[in-house]
């Protein structure tokens, strides 16, 4: 029990920081859009903000995956689920979790792959020379997050069923 609660502590952490960081890119991206507005009204523009920005949308919506994935903001269609009878929609919610975590982990391995492809090609973006590896590791650390967020639902509905089959 304590090393769940210590893993739980670590993927929180990570969650919470990672959703911060989305925030802050966010804050960043509305910013230099913003700014970049007006110079060019002034025909000064910001060199290589479309390029920035997509990577800043990039950075957002990857770290902010898991924080979304814990905290259960995603959408979920459960019109079919929720009229189950309650072993049943254990059952059914311990699957998806479980598939989950396998998605969320390959994806992770196969982003990984991809990244170290990317950093050994040299790849960069035309305008600004920025390397494309980097992306993808902050990919990857998201898809291992949220893989965390999964294995810890999936642990928790299992000792959830057990502690009421023991009741």
């Known amino acids: 029990m304590k090393k769940l609660l210590s893993f739980q502590n670590i993927v929180s952490f990570f969650s919470e920081t990672s959703h911060v ?3 802050v890119s966010l804050v960043i991206m509305m910013s230099l859009t ?4 007006v110079l060019r009204y002034f025909g000064h523009p910001i060199f290589g ?9 990039l950075i957002l919506v990857s770290l902010g995956l898991a ?7 995603h959408i979920a269609v459960e019109i079919l689920v929720s ?7 254990v059952f059914v919610n ?7 975590v396998c998605i969320f982990s390959t994806l992770a391995w196969e982003t990984f792959l991809y990244a170290g492809d990317l950093q050994r090609s040299g790849q960069v973006s035309l305008s600004l020379q920025f ?9 990857t650390f998201s898809f291992v997050l949220v893989s965390g967020v999964f294995v810890l639902d999936l642990i ?5 069923t057990r502690k009421k089959q023991r009741s």
Do not use: N, W
């Open 21 to 23: 960081c989305a925030l």
């Open 34 to 37: 913003c700014v970049d507005v």
């Open 49 to 57: 903000t479309y390029e920035i920005v997509g990577y800043l949308g």
């Open 67 to 73: 924080h979304a994935t814990s905290k259960k903001v």
């Open 83 to 89: 009229r189950l009878p309650k072993r049943a929609q």
């Open 94 to 100: 311990s699957i998806t979790c479980f598939f989950c």
């Open 131 to 139: 390397p494309f590896f980097l992306l993808a590791y902050v990919m």
């Open 156 to 160: 928790k509905l299992i000792s959830a």
